[in-house]
């Protein structure tokens, strides 16, 4: 039964702190539902472009690369050159990559997102973190739910992406 109903719906995520869990509920729920729509989705799909839009590959790298780099934020840490790289390799067209590398490194990073959440203490909330080279101010909840909501907007992309993309073959 509990599979039926939404993350959210399934009560609290253990030692997760109580402001925190609509965060930690988003991403649970992208991660089910990516799982769910991208089963046995072709890598020869993974890059194409209907109409323009952004290619299912780019949807992937960009939920794991914006989840790394908002919660690195929220940390109060800048960006690697590491993230840097990633961050510019979003989109850029690999024959070699595979749905099921894409996929795990999403899963790691929702991993280390949900970890990250249950160590946040809830009096951190509203302190000030600065984003980008620019140290544009937010805080660490307004960056933690842009995380989420950010997720949840490319998800419905990605999927309405790969529905249409999976046509073309079916």
């Known amino acids: 039964m509990s599979k039926l109903l939404e993350v959210w ?85 690999n024959a070699q990559t595979k749905v099921e590398q894409l996929i795990e490194a999403f899963n790691q990073q929702v991993e280390k997102a949900i970890n990250q959440l249950k160590s946040t203490e809830e009096t951190t909330l509203t302190e000030v973190r600065g984003v980008g080279r620019a140290k544009i101010p937010s805080t660490v909840i307004g960056l933690l739910f842009h995380a989420a909501e950010h997720t949840t907007r490319h998800l419905g992309q990605l999927l309405v992406t790969s529905r249409i993309v999976k046509q073309t073959i079916d």
């Not at 046995?40 to 939920?63: E, K, M, N, T």
Request: a negative charge; zero cysteines; aromatic letters at 8%.
């Open 9 to 93: 719906l399934r009560g609290p995520l253990p030692d997760v702190p109580p402001l925190l869990q609509p965060v930690a509920h988003a991403l649970l729920q992208a991660q089910e539902e990516l799982h769910e729509y991208l089963t046995d989705f072709p890598d020869s799909l993974l890059w194409q472009r209907p109409i323009g839009v952004a290619s299912v590959a780019f949807h992937l790298q960009h939920l794991t690369g914006v989840l790394d780099r908002t919660f690195t934020y929220a940390r109060g840490e800048s960006l690697t050159e590491t993230q840097m790289h990633a961050l510019k390799a979003e989109g850029v067209e």
